[in-house]
């Protein structure tokens, strides 16, 4: 027994790293078989970090808005008249959609097509971002008792923004659609061709899985297709950025870039199931 | 009482990253802080201490990110032993010693995301983009390093310059 404590003491270092390389050895590999209900430390700190998260991105926001308000205002001139020339344009096209909507709602109506948002949304604010370059998340000042859950889509008005990844109880945070880790499957709104969008690491897409007969031009629209049956058929995902098709592959390179401008995201909505909010209500 | 200031430097730090530099850096712009305080460890404290506190800095990188828990961990501690490694065989001096070991640190770490990904079935960023990621992180690590080892020096009472802690480093 003396001899072992002899041994353990000359190789004591040695000792140390190979119990925290298998503690963060056990910590990796343990993670396939949990749910996601059952990570105290991470929902630990995220309900620790949020409070101070929320307070330092209140700070900032205000102090934007001091300088975007009241000290930044040499465009402005310009910029309110290309705004009045927007303004202009988008009446007419309004007027134009009052009547697409209209004839739309009919034919639905007719053929017994569901609404497109039968969820309820839960309106949140981005309170902070994913402190590594290579993982896309970002955090919302929502958790389980407003009855956020793992797994449930999160949009913005400009379009999908991602799924909530782990959810805290006042606190939640969304892995992004530009992580390399999420998947949306998708269709080209002008071809109606099917793809999945996943995320490129940085601030682009990816849609593969996209055949090579298939015509895509840069510009067209790419939607949802509600395939993966979390994010509602018809939302907007981004725009074609650019193709390529090399000779023996099977499928073509499309990059989209996304409608949401995830470095100025600040508000998002959280897609609740019904059940849920009712369920959060409930004292 | 060291070792729980720089760790509290390291919350705080996280705290900071995650909101206001996110908000004011460009996007691919972000350094890896703990990966310099792992470092900034590895110059100044013994292995004992130093490694569990990598440790936990590493854990910090995990719980602050979308990242599995343990894949910084692994990290941090892997990095402080080989920092500890490399002090013990190079006369280590000056400023560029430290510029050496950042590289080393930044060199391994595409490959070791590369092949932790692959083994955990996770989807690693493709080549062009993982080396934008990996070179945006470098370059605003590389800028940061002084300012946050000046820091970190004054915080714990130390003379010198930023670079000239390390003399007190004790070789594993």
Redesign the interface.
């Known amino acids: 027994m003396v001899k072992v404590f002899t041994v353990l003491e000359r190789h004591r270092y040695s000792a140390l790293f190979l119990v925290l390389l298998g503690g963060a050895l056990a910590m990796l590999f343990s993670r396939a078989d949990r749910q996601p209900e059952s990570q105290p430390l991470q929902k630990a700190l995220l309900e620790l970090s949020g409070p101070f998260q929320k307070g330092i991105t209140k700070g900032i926001g205000f102090f934007e808005g001091v300088w975007q308000r009241y000290l930044y205002l040499v465009h402005l001139e310009e910029e309110n008249r290309l705004l009045r020339e927007i303004i202009e344009e988008m009446k007419q096209e309004r007027i134009q959609l009052l009547e697409f909507r209209g004839e739309n709602s009919r034919l639905r109506s007719l053929l017994g097509f569901k609404q497109g948002f039968q969820r309820p949304l839960l309106p949140a604010e981005v309170i902070g971002k994913d402190l590594s370059g290579w993982f896309q998340t970002v955090v919302i000042d929502r958790g389980k008792r407003d009855g956020i859950e793992e797994g449930m889509a999160v949009v913005s008005v400009q379009g999908i923004v991602g799924q909530i990844m782990e959810s805290s109880k006042s606190f939640a945070r969304v892995l992004l659609i530009t992580d390399p880790n999420s998947a949306v499957a998708a269709l080209i709104q002008r071809t109606r061709a099917r793809g999945v969008v996943e995320g490129d690491g940085r601030q682009l897409c990816r849609l593969k899985y996209l055949h090579r007969s298939e015509e895509i031009e840069p510009g067209d629209l790419v939607l949802a297709s509600g395939l993966d049956g979390l994010y509602p058929k018809g939302v907007l995902i981004g725009t074609v950025l650019r193709t390529e098709t090399k000779d023996p592959e099977l499928f073509q390179r499309v990059e989209v870039k996304p409608s949401v401008d995830f470095r100025r995201l600040e508000d998002v909505m959280v897609l609740c199931e019904k059940r849920d909010l009712e369920e959060a209500d409930q004292p | 009482m060291s070792y729980l200031i720089v760790l509290l430097l390291g919350m705080l730090a ?7 530099l ?2 004011l850096l460009p ?2 712009f ?1 350094p ?3 990966l310099l305080l792992v470092l900034y460890a590895s110059l100044l404290f013994p ?2 201490k130093g ?2 506190l990598s ?1 936990a800095l ?2 910090l ?1 995990d ?12 990290f941090a ?1 892997t990095l402080f ?1 080989l920092s500890k490694a490399v002090q013990a065989r190079v006369f280590m001096r000056g400023s560029r010693a430290i510029w050496g070991l950042v590289l080393l640190a930044f060199g391994l770490k595409i490959p070791y ?1 590369a092949f ?1 990904s692959f083994v ?7 080549a062009r ?2 080396v ?2 990996w070179l ?2 470098f370059v605003a690590s590389l800028l940061l390093m002084p300012v946050l080892f000046y820091i970190l020096s004054k915080s714990l009472g130390l003379q010198g310059g930023w670079f000239l802690h390390h003399q007190r480093s004790s070789p ?1």
């Open positions: 996280a705290l900071v990253q995650s909101t206001l996110r908000a996007a691919d972000v890896d802080i703990i292995v004992g490694l569990v440790f590493g854990l990188a719980l602050f990110s979308g990242a599995p828990e343990g894949l910084n961990a692994l501690i032993t995301y932790l955990l079935g996770l989807h690693f960023p493709y983009d993982a934008l990621v945006g992180e594993a």
